[in-house]
């Protein structure tokens, strides 16, 4: 390659370079795309793609999302890296090491979190990662569905999607332990994709992802105002028996009975300048880049 890829930072103003960021995304992690999520205008001020170029490509990127963390009940401010690589072809001439060393550099001091594939649990520490295990929780719960079920509504849909987004930004943390506060946005990504649980509305400040499979209702995550009656909720969520719940997230606020199942084998957390509680915890599904 010459000359030498140049560092570009995208923002949510560069849409004419939004393509060119999609298509690496596409090449490097062939189960994500970003081309809808941005279509669907996610792509916020918080959001930037520390991307070098070359030939018009994007051929190695570090992206942060700014994060409102909430750790022990604290809300700590911080950033969480994803779509970390390089194009498969120019592997192994430390152009993945050059977007993450601008990426670093931007965000200074600052707590970092990120998810990584297994393939690349080595890379990180260089950069003074360390890695956080995390959680699967679970409570038994006896329910029937109820008379009526709450509507499956579609993000596709601009006026749902602008009314989720307004229950997030004002949601209380799912978990106090180790959480976030307003990551509609991120999660709009899941949706976007396909990858997310249907998505229910028990009232105009309640939107809950969750889905029911052999007996086990799945709540993905919750996007609530004040706290929600879930004895009452729960025959709206389900089309079928229950004899059990498992989450998404750490589920010691609403359900401080759940019980540890084991660790979450393939979650690939790492954390730098950030201490996670020493306790089990599980960072929200839906709030992961």
Do not use: K
Not at 197 to 205: F, V
């Amino acid at each position: 390659m010459n000359p030498a890829p140049s560092l570009r930072v995208l923002t949510h103003r560069d849409t004419d370079l939004h393509a060119a960021y999609c298509d690496y995304v596409a090449q490097v992690f062939t189960q994500a795309d970003f081309r809808r999520w941005c279509e669907w205008g996610q792509w916020s001020e918080d959001y930037l793609a520390f991307c070098l170029f070359h030939d018009g490509r994007v051929v190695a990127n570090v992206s942060a999302m700014r994060m409102r963390l909430v750790i022990e009940g604290a809300q700590v401010d911080g950033w969480q890296f994803g779509a970390v690589g390089c194009l498969p072809e120019l592997r192994g001439r430390g152009l993945a090491r050059a977007a993450m060393q601008a990426a670093l550099a931007h965000c200074g001091d600052a707590p970092i979190l990120l998810f990584a594939n297994e393939r690349v649990l080595d890379f990180y520490p260089r950069f003074g990662f360390a890695p956080a295990p995390q959680s699967l929780f679970a409570l038994d719960w006896l329910a029937h569905p109820g008379p009526t079920q709450a509507p499956v509504l579609d993000l596709a849909d601009p006026s749902v999607r602008a009314a989720f987004l307004r229950a997030a930004a004002s949601a209380r943390p799912v978990s106090q332990r180790f959480g976030a506060r307003d990551y509609g946005r991120t999660a709009t990504w899941y949706a976007a994709n396909g990858y997310a649980s249907p998505l229910r509305r028990l009232d105009e400040d309640v939107w809950v992802f969750a889905q029911t499979e052999d007996g086990v209702l799945t709540i993905e995550d919750v996007f609530a105002v004040a706290p929600v009656d879930w004895p009452a909720a729960i025959g709206r969520l389900i089309d079928q028996p229950i004899r059990e719940l498992r989450f998404g997230f750490t589920a010691q606020c609403d359900w401080p009975r759940a019980r540890v199942l084991g660790e979450e084998a393939d979650a690939g957390l790492f954390v730098r300048n950030l201490a996670v509680p020493a306790v089990p915890s599980r960072f929200p599904l839906l709030a992961r880049t």
